[in-house]
């Protein structure tokens, strides 16, 4: 069934301006649509059509920055036949306009992307994240996520600089930690050009006060085909001050607020 769904996802990444329907995508599993989008959720964590949004918003990001073609053009291109439609999708999944996010890239900026904790009470979720040797030093990004995409504002997030233990703050609810590890040689590249080695996922989280969870470990691991493009850049949570990493673990606050 991997090999069906991963011939699928290939096609999503080949015709991904077309107006895919999910019996088309299906056929090219040569399974019945119920069953694909079963198998499909199964092994990937989503739906085929969040799937197919992620990959067309992930080629969105990548001409919003290496072409001169108007949001209006991109939103054609990428697959969507209402700019309106393409925009919030994009807004919703980026944490950024289609416009800002072209603007603050071009200009060498980073925004702040923690999501604001609307003054509730947080907890403690403490892990850690142990990471194959790379051969080389790397930065490491965890934020804790309303849902298993690794999309929009993280709740919380924390920097490692090698693996290491960490701490998050996050309300009371159901969450989803994950994590992106990039290489020390790719700085002084701005985030938005930083691509993963590796990523880790945690299990899902339901915080309440006064119940203590046991620490997450995480263990990262290569990117598959099965993975989600990172629509949040995680690297995207550095500062452009922040030095690149040393060998010593840097921890730093968790981001709150727009």
């Known amino acids: 069934m991997q090999i069906a769904v991963e011939r699928a996802i290939e096609t999503m990444w ?26 499909f959720r199964n092994l990937t964590g989503t739906s085929p059509g969040r799937f197919l949004s992620a990959v067309r918003l992930h080629q969105a990001k990548t001409m919003l920055l290496e072409t001169d073609f108007s949001v209006t053009e991109i939103s ?20 950024l306009s289609p416009a800002r996010y072209r603007t603050l890239a071009r200009a060498g900026l980073t925004e702040r992307t923690g999501a604001a904790h609307d003054g509730r009470r947080t907890c403690s979720v403490s892990g850690s994240i142990r ?7 790397v930065r490491i990004y ?8 690794v999309q929009g504002r993280p709740v919380a997030c924390e920097i490692l ?8 703050r996050v309300p009371e609810g159901v969450w989803f930690v994950r994590a992106a590890v990039v290489a020390a040689s790719d700085f002084p590249a701005p985030p938005w050009e930083r691509r ?5 996922s945690g299990p899902e989280l339901s915080v309440r006060h006064g ?20 629509l949040l850049a995680l690297p995207g949570l550095d500062s452009p001050q922040r030095p690149a990493p040393e060998a010593a673990a840097v921890r730093v606050p968790s981001l709150s607020g727009a």
């Open 76 to 95: 054609y291109r990428v697959g969507y036949n209402s700019l309106g439609t393409f925009t919030s999708r994009f807004t919703r999944s980026v944490s």
């Open 142 to 149: 965890i934020g804790a996520f309303r849902e298993p995409i």
């Open 196 to 200: 993963p080695l590796l990523v880790a």
């Open 14 to 39: 080949n015709r991904y301006e077309e107006p895919l329907s999910l019996d088309e995508i299906a056929n090219t599993a040569i399974l019945s649509k119920f069953y694909f989008s079963r198998v």
């Open 211 to 230: 119940h203590d969870l046991p620490p997450i470990r995480l263990t990262a691991r290569p990117l598959t085909a099965l993975d989600l493009p990172i």
């Open 161 to 168: 600089d090698g693996s290491g233990q960490f701490t998050l």
């Open 131 to 137: 990471t194959p040797d790379t051969g080389c030093p």
